[in-house]
C-alpha cells in the first residue's frame, strides 16, 4: 500500500494548503489551517499521521465514506488547537476530498 503526498494543483497565491491521498483516492485537504494560532501551518507529515491515528482511535478504519465529518473535525481540533470545519467534496478527478478549513473567530 503507497502513500503519499497528493498531486493536488495549488494555484499561485493560495498559501496554507496541505494535502494527503490516502491509498483509496481520498484526499484529506487542510486550508488555511495553523496550530493554536502561532502562524505555524501544519505539514503533511503531521496531516498524514493525524489521520492515521483518527482512523485507528474512531474505529473509523480506511473506508473514508464511513467516517463521522463532525468526529473528524473535533479530533482535528483536540490534536492542533485549532477550531476547524469539516466537509466532503467531490475532487475534479471524481475522488473523495475532505476539505478542512479554519472557522472564523
Known sequence: MVMGPSTTYVPPGVAGMVSWRMPDGTEIVGVGVEV???GVEV???????FVVRF???A???WNASQ???????SAFEER????VQ???EA????????AIRTLSS
Open 36 to 38: 493554536e494560532g502561532v
Open 80 to 83: 492542533f488547537g485549532v477550531k
Open 91 to 98: 475532487g475534479p478527478d471524481g475522488q473523495r476530498v475532505f
Open 59 to 61: 474505529g473509523a478504519g
Open 67 to 73: 467516517w463521522s465529518d463532525t468526529l473528524f473535525g
Open 43 to 49: 505539514e503533511t507529515e503531521r496531516l498524514r499521521e
Open 55 to 57: 482512523m485507528s482511535a
Open 86 to 88: 469539516v466537509h466532503r
